[in-house]
């Protein structure tokens, strides 16, 4: 599986973002796709979630109240629209992918990673 994400970029605080992430290769044997953020000097943060069959979806409470997982399989595609961004937003924003299911808002079991795309939010 390989993974594209998209859609980073600067914003002003209260602003919105949404983010893409495309998947090819063997997305058949996926089992749910998530996002992660990395600050500079903090550790990597899972953010949200998805179950890529049925679609259920998890969301850290860091971010539950402004941050939507969502996907549209026709496009193997999952996104994350990220609104009332906060400085504090500011990362590397990863989409990863995995195969094994279990719980999915952990940090360990996702084999397949983007690039990452580049979230800046200005004060």
């Known amino acids: 599986v390989q993974l594209q994400a998209s859609g980073g970029g600067l914003a002003q605080a209260g602003g919105s973002l949404r983010l893409s992430c495309v998947a090819s290769g063997r997305t058949s044997s996926m089992f749910a796709m998530a996002w992660f953020r990395q600050a500079p000097g903090k550790e990597r943060e899972l953010l949200a979630a998805i179950r890529w069959s049925v679609g259920g979806r998890y969301h850290a409470d860091s971010v539950k109240d402004r941050f939507t997982i969502s996907r549209d399989s026709a496009r193997n595609t999952v996104y994350l629209q990220m609104d009332s961004l906060k400085y504090e937003d500011t990362a590397l924003y990863y989409c990863?992918?995995?195969?094994?299911?279990?719980?999915?808002?952990?940090?360990?079991?996702?084999?397949?990673w983007g690039q990452g795309t580049l979230v800046t939010v200005s004060s």
């Open positions: 990863a992918a995995r195969n094994i299911g279990g719980p999915l808002m952990t940090m360990n079991g996702y084999d397949y």
